[in-house]
């Protein structure tokens, strides 16, 4: 569970997330009985305004153990937001968000915005990992990945460190555990936040755009991460412009366009016949 960004590191503000906030609530839209164990997140019904514009329209997506799903679709369609309203960084107006069999920053049976604590709980089982990687800048790379497990998962300092430690091997940064994110390559800097969510055990890992902020000759080696957490079965979930990402790794691709969901298959379909004329147009499939 991570959610380490959140609550221990310089995180992005979650700007709209107030354990007071209005949300407009709809009837649940998703009973337990329709539930499904191999479904880890379930978003239904989905939609998001900001400043009474309507960014997210009626998104419906589910999201099976095991899956990686990469997120398309150009600049402003919505893919962060769709991606912030998973972890509640951002509150929808309509619809619902599920984790396993839990609702996500609503109360079921109020119907009222989850306190604080609640939301705090139910965030550690989701894994966020930023384009801007949020490190802390005066802590250490070990002491980066151990701080959520000592601070939120109250682990004992042992323990922590054997955790980090061995997230810091798998992504390749065990020479590096004394280093400060000052003196790494985005890259590099980008296996800790990566290694720092796998601390936490998420269920789910979130990535808003991981390798954006590289230069192109370090996007391989977080790629590489990635692609070798998702043979682990990892769930992930990736808003990204690396197509080859996409094709190569994703069991699923989404594609959204101004705020609504318009095609949703595996990439072998996504990538060669997909149904909608807009991602044909994208992908340039028609000679366009
Ligand atoms: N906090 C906010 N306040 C107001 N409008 C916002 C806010 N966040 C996003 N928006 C608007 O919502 C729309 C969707 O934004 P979003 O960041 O989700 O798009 P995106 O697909 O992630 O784009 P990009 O590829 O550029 O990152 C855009 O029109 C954006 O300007
Ligand atoms: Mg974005």
Redesign the pocket.
Known sequence: MLNEKIHTGPVETP?TVQETAPVVELPVQYPKSESNAQDIVKVVNLSKQ??GIE?LRDINLTIKKGDVVSIL?S???????LLRCMNWLEQPERGSIHLGDERIGINPATRKPLKYKELAKIRERIGMVFQSFNLWPHLTVLRNVMEALLHVKKMPKVEAEKIARAQLEKVGMSHKLDSYPSMLSGGQKQRVAIARALAMEPEVLLFD?PTSALDPELVDEVLTVMQSLSKEGYTMVV?THEMEFARNVSSQVVF?EKGILIEKCPPEKFFTHPDSPRVRQFLKLDGA
């Open positions: 700007k900001f400043d960014v679709g600049s402003g369609s919505g893919k962060s937001t755009e808003v959204l």
